[in-house]
């Protein structure tokens, strides 16, 4: 179970991380709607920071498991 989770977090850290804005469609869109235009940037910008760390949090993860699955 715990390699589907990893995998799973990596591929929708990926997703956000490389298309952050389609990925606040989906996940923020109440919160995406209500911003003004000045201050969307910003959001989509901490959108993208959330993705890079999912990403890394999966394969920490992974990589912790390989080094000490004895």
Not at 6 to 33: D, T
Not at 36 to 54: A, C
Request: net charge positive; charged share 15%; proline share 6%.
């Amino acid at each position: 179970m715990e390699p589907l989770v990893c995998s799973l977090a990596m591929v929708l850290g990926a997703f956000v991380a490389v298309s952050p804005a389609k990925a606040a469609n989906i996940w923020g869109s109440v919160k995406l709607a209500r911003l003004t235009p000045e201050k969307r940037p910003s959001f989509l910008h901490w959108y993208r920071v959330l993705g890079i760390l999912l990403f890394l949090a999966g394969a920490l993860m992974v990589i912790e498991r390989l080094m000490f699955s004895s």
